[in-house]
């Protein structure tokens, strides 16, 4: 995966984080940010973010980060 | 096909509604109707046939023309029949000599002002007024010809699609009442009075000039051959027609295509279409000429790179070349290296082949579709809140409507006959609310009683449905009682308490917005205080990063005013292409199955094993954008699409060339070389909608048959094509008709169960869900209980985009379509619909224009972090400052060159609606622009010679 590609996925993580951040704590709101990554991210867009935060996971904000850990 | 009435009869006035029937007696025949309905009309609905010049049934009655005259016992005088309505007990005389004499002497008084040619005249056969001529027993003219009279009348042939020729007019008005009742568009005119008297197009010189729409409305209303269509003057009369579906907008209209052997003649709107009930638009009614366009693709072509001249291949060859390069990459690259994308132009038949053959045949779900990029969010929005993603209501519904709220749609432009039956709605007093950060033609709504105008800027509607649903909270104005009954209690508690934050009201939210508060708490007092509130919106709402959240936004706000599960409320998008809803429903997306089936659930993917007799990948494929960035990372590799053109299409155009470009096998199925075409290896000829058979979906989940007028040029309708493609690749398909096909799809879905060609050749349309709980289909959703048991409320957060206005790009651009071009203009760029619009435009305020030392028709560059392209200027009030605004109709535009990768954060629909740009004037095209010219006229070059020309 390139950067470009990486950077995407980083953004497109941290958005669907951002727009679930309401929930009642990062924990609450990590389930259901992973959950929407499971129903509608292709397996190797999801191995890749996987990839990435296991490298450097300094972009993704802190749901995100938590999201991505619980990915099967 | 069978209808409650029969469409071809003309009854004379329209029908009326009331709970109370009334008993008259015509010509001793007794009939029972319903309290208002015209003598006229009763009496046709006994069989007789009243003879009539002005009236007719499309439109209200006039009383013009006297020839319906009736003898009604115990009054004086003969009074016309189409205005006086039926009074319990009436007996009606419809022919007595007396009765005989007037009319023949009215019709005796026409036929002196107007030309004998009937033998030579383009409605001999079809003409009303010679039909009346002869029930009236017209022998003679007593009176001459040699008076004053209006034979000399010029003829104005300015519209391409229509004559106005005026020496044929009886004035008898109905152009006229069609133009106001039927479009709404108010155009036309009676111009003096008496002798003088003449249909006028206002203050213009001729049609063309004039506020015409051509919708046709006129031209079908004129019972002469005074408005009538060209190609029927050239052509002469039909010989058959056959009902079909349109194919250009969500709206679905039901036309007549009317032949003469294989040649459409016209397309006359059909009056028993539940859709669109005998309206149409400029481009269903006259843009058909694409079909037989010298552009058309007529033989499979396949090359083995780019830059290759195409070879003409058959079928077979075709076909197993393409087969072979798919099979060879997946050998090679992995199963996922290849995907395909459906079409919302092609049939539902041909959509569900296209996805089954990818998951079937291909064995991955990389399948995506068009709407991807328009829809997906209300998809998305509307499931989580309502538990099924599509719309609530009938358009008809808009009748019972009494606040209308419009967001982020043109009705007028992009769904035209909708756009007139809403105008229509209007007029007769129903309130408007229209949030667009342009002031719509909707606003312009002659007779618009009330409206009230919420200016937003791009890219905050979020804040502003939540604005509006914080004052139908904090006023109390909620409907408690469907809350508590309808509704998840726990979410909506959670979503009051966020709601009801200070930082969600209007006053907050203003410098966002750019709305004033005052106007945003009235908009929102008068939708949730009306009767009957309905929402429409269209790609204005879906096409942001929180498309998504919006989607759930209008949710919410139909629920909490208990604006949902009757007539004349609910959630309504407005589709943008014909079959967008069918395409969702047919499991074009990579994470679901028909019927929006979750490919990860075991119980659904093993029913469609079970059938399909394959396994099923249980994992999400890629979408769209996923699928350009795997092929630029050389991870994804071979790509099929079914009539969607994406090189035009899609946001970030380089972007999309790259990725095209790093195909192995890219394979195009469709009726033109389009713009995603030239990055092809295999152009597979596709058939128009008038050459095949199937069904489309329209907005209003109805399900409308498609029906073949004609052969397809290049001998094989598109779902032959998929199926060829799945049997060279090894999976075998072997459907004899698009009913086989939909058979199918009623055994996998749900929603489908009952959906069948002969229940449709019986009930004419049916919306679904189609089931055994709904047997004839589900007009309004919703009524009793959501599929989910109870509406879930949704927290709407506001997240501002993160493309704002900068120093370097200070203005947001937004893109939208117009009434006279279609998507990507493949289709009416080959009309003469291109008189109306020949080239995009960028829109921009005086004031944005005045500063940049812009005139009106001045070539200006736009650019953004995207890209660069040029276009000339339109400077118009309609804009806000700071907020310029194109289409995308040609190709050499570029307008996607500008437009960015930005996407809704659960759909990763793009955001072509905020795109901050700058605008300069310029006097040369742009660097893609000119490398766009050189790479078209070279593709042009490598199409095999027509008739011994080059394609240059």
Partial sequence: MGADSAKKLVNMANQIAINNSHYSSDEAAADVVANHLKRFWAPAMREAIKHYAEQDSTELLPITRLAVSRLP | ????????????????????????????????????????????????????????????????????????????????SCTTPVEEGMSVTTQTPQLAKLRRNIMELYISDHPLDCLTCSANGDCELQDMAGAVGLREVRYGFAGANHLEQPKDTSNPYFSFDASKCIVCSRCVRACEETQGTFALTVEKRGFDAKISVGSAEDFISSDCVSCGACVQACPTATLIEKRVEEHGTPDRSIVTTCAYCGVGCSFEAQMKGNEVIRMVPFKGGAANQGHACVKGRFAFGYATHKDRIKAPMIRDAIDQPWRTVSWDEAITFAAERFKAIQAQHGRNSIGGITSSRCTNEETYLVQKLIRAAFGNNNTDTCARVCHSPTGFGLKATLGE?????????????????????????????????????????????????????????????????????????????????????????????????????????????????????????????????????????????????????????????????????????????????????????????????????????????????????DAVRTRFEALWGVPLDAEPGLRIPNMFDAAINGEFKGMYVQGEDIAQSDPDTQHVEAALRSLDCLVVQDIFLNETAKFAHVLLPGSTFLEKDGTFTNAERRINRVRKVMPPLAGKEDWQVTMALANALGYPMNYGHPSEIMDEIAQLTPTFTGVSYNKLEQLGSIQWPCNEQYPEGTPIMHEMEFPIGKARFAITTFVPTEERSTRRYPLLLTTGRILSQYNVGAQTRRTDNQIWHHEDRLELHPSDAQVRGIKDGDWVGISSRAGETVLRALISERMQPGVVYTTFHHPESGANVITTDASDWATNCPEYKVTAVQVVPVSAPSDWQASYSRFDIAQQSLLPEKDGLPNV
């Fill in chain 2, 389 to 601: 993603s599509a719309g609530t209501q009938t358009f008809d519904s808009v009748r019972f409507a009494d606040a209308i709220l419009v967001i982020g749609a043109n009705p007028t432009d992009a769904h035209p006959v909708f756009g007139s039956q809403l105008r229509r709605r209007l007029r007769e007093g129903a309130d408007l609310i229209v949030a667009d950060p342009r002031k719509i033609d909707l606003l312009k709504t002659p007779h618009l009683s009330s409206a009230v105008h919420l200016p937003l800027r791009p890219g905050t509607n979020v804040a502003l449905i939540n604005a509006l649903a914080h004052v139908v909270i904090t006023e109390g104005l909620e409907d408690r009682a469907f809350i508590t009954e309808r509704c998840d209690t726990a979410a909506f508690e959670q979503w009051e308490a966020f709601i009801k934050q200070s930082s969600n009201s209007p006053e907050a939210l203003a410098d966002v917005t750019g709305v004033a508060p005052e106007q945003v708490r009235e908009a929102a007092r008068r939708f949730a205080q009306a009767a009957n509130g309905a929402i429409y919106y269209g790609l204005g709402v879906t096409e942001h990063s929180q498309g998504s959240t919006m989607v759930m936004g209008i949710a919410n706000l139909a629920l909490a005013t208990g604006n949902i599960g009757r007539e004349g409320v609910g959630v309504n998008p407005l589709r943008g292409q014909n079959n967008v809803q069918g395409s969702c429903d047919m499991g074009s997306f990579p994470h679901e199955f028909p019927g929006y089936q979750h490919v990860g659930d």
């Fill in chain 2, 1 to 80: 096909m069978l209808s409650y009435f029969d469409p071809k009869k003309d009854l004379g006035t329209p029908a009326k509604e009331s709970a109370t029937q009334v008993s008259v007696q015509i010509d001793g025949r007794d009939i029972l109707v319903p309290e208002g309905t015209s003598v006229l009309r009763a009496a046709s609905l006994v069989g007789i046939d009243i003879p009539k010049l002005c009236a007719t049934d499309s439109l209200e009655a006039f009383g013009s023309c006297r020839l319906c005259a009736v003898a009604i016992e115990g009054r004086r005088g003969f009074p016309a």
